[in-house]
Each structure stands twice: as C-alpha cells, then as structure tokens.
C-alpha cells in the first residue's frame, strides 16, 4: 500500500468531508497511516498471509465464490457476485483478499458511506480457518481507511454470534451504537434463512484509544466474576441445555450494570435443535432493546457469551 503525503491525507478527507456534511478526523497524518500499515503487516505475518486489493475479474470471481462458500449460500447472487465486486472496485471501493502462498482464505468489501467507510461483508475460507486471519483483513482495512482520509468504519453483525460480538467489541476495539431489527428483512443463504435478521450497528473510530490498544494487541476483557460481585443483574440467563432463562421478576432499571446472555454457539444450536435456537432471536431483542430504551449502552461481551449494559448517565 503506498503511503500518501500528509497534503493527500487531508485533502481527501476534507473532500469527503464536504460531500458529507461533517468533520474530518484531525488526527490522521502520515504517522498515523504509516503506523497503522506497520500493524496490519505485522498482523498478516502473524498468520502467513498477504492481504492485497483485488483488482483482476478473475480474484473478484474467487472471492465471490470463498464468500458464498463462507455464508453456505447457493449462490453468490444471495450475497454479492463478481459483477459488483468489480463495479466496487473499479470505483476506488474495499475489495481485498487475503493470501496463503497463491490460495485465496479469506475476502473483505466495504464501501464508503457518508464520512466513513462501510465494511460490508467478510468472511474466511470455512475449511481453511486459521485464528488471526479476520483480524489481520480488519486491520489491513483501518489501514487501507486512514490512507485515505476515512477515519470511522461502519458494520452490522448477528447479535447472537457471540464470537463476532467479542471480536467487534474487544479485539476490535468497536463500538455498538444501535440495535436494528429485522435489518435486511427475509434473506435466504445458508444461514440466514428463516431468521429474522436483527443486527447490531458499530461505529469503529480508527484512531480512538480502544481501537488504536487493540490493534496493537491489547485488548480489554471482561470480568464477569467482578461485575456479579458488585451487583450486576441480569436481564436474561441461558439454561443449561442453552435456552433462554429470563428471571421471573422484573428487570432492575435502577442503574446497576445488566447481563444478557446469547447462546454459547448459535450457529451449532441451529444446527441440533433449531426450535431452541429461534427461542433466542426475540428474548435477546426485548431485552436489549428494553435496556437501550431505559438509557443504557452496550459497553461489553465476555468471551462465554454475556452482552454488558451500562447506564449512559
């Protein structure tokens, strides 16, 4: 990636700036880019990959293919096919792969909103998965944003994917700022037919503390064990075989810290007991959205599958 002068950084985010009405992220100089490229290099060494642009009709066919394969669509036309990833291309969008040796593993598209980037879809070869290579696509992507101005990333995931949540918001360092449901309406791939398809919304501020800790690694956890302890409540449990298990009193809106928890794996659940599994769609949104309504955010998720709710006041 070719590292811009600080004249190209800042005219082209005060460019798009203007176009969309708001300010451009002051921080983003040439030491910024030049940091950020460091990591995300440092990020795909880790893992053995390259994570380039993907310029040619025939690497936007493969990734087209690799994605379709990820979301076990029947076809790419479900998700995003060749045909758009080249128009996104061809206009200065995201359209990346990442690389082991000469075989495509993983694959990235965003395009750009109003003032920041949106990160579409990602996803990593389903039989090739290898920890790190998610991360190193994300970062080459911050990167890949600060070169050109953009300093704020946008992106929807599953709210019961706890695995995507804990990335977003910890080894990410995202922030979650809305709950949509029912986002994208009926869609039918592989995985999300017959589900309705609520997401949370993150803004991920590429140059804020949180994000710029955790793309060198540091990452902020939750501690369960010590929000119980100062009188966390939760809004919603899980049972032993992975149902839901609201309390039977009603939810404290007092401003105490609250739980909600998501299955341990959702997608596995899906897969052995599907009628468990749709239990968890609209007891996950009530008591989220219930939350947010009552003046708390979404701050955390612990790795075992616990959303934290903190009061905004």
Known sequence: MTVPTVETVARSGHARARESGGDVTEQITVDTVVQAEELARAAADRVGVRVRELS??????????????????????????????????????????????????????????????????AG?????????????????????????????????????????????????????????PDFYGEMNDGINTGEATDRIYVRWELLSPAASAAARGEVREVDLAALRADGAAELLGRTERDAPAPPAAPPPMD???????????????RFENREVAKLWRPAVRDAICGALEAGYRITGMSRDGWYVLEDKS
């Not at 709210?159 to 990410?172: F, S």
């Not at 401003?255 to 659940?269: F, K, S, W």
């Open 56 to 121: 040619a009709v025939a690497e936007q066919n493969a990734a087209a293919d690799l994605l379709c394969r990820v979301w076990r669509a029947d076809s790419p036309d479900q998700l995003v096919n060749a045909g758009m990833l080249r128009a996104l291309e061809h206009s200065g969008n995201y359209v990346v792969g990442a690389y082991r040796g000469r075989d495509l593993i993983g694959a990235a598209v965003g395009f750009f909103g109003s003032g920041h980037l949106h990160s579409h879809i």
């Open 124 to 180: 990593v070869d389903p039989d090739r998965q290898s920890r790190g290579v998610g991360f190193a696509l994300k970062q080459h992507q911050r990167a890949w944003s600060l070169a050109r101005g953009i300093g704020e990333v946008c992106w929807t995931f599953d709210p019961l994917v706890r695995r995507n949540a804990h990335v977003n918001l910890h080894k990410l360092g995202a922030t979650a700022v809305e709950y949509l």
């Open 255 to 269: 401003g105490r810290v609250l739980l909600v928890a998501v299955p341990g794996d959702v997608e596995q659940l």
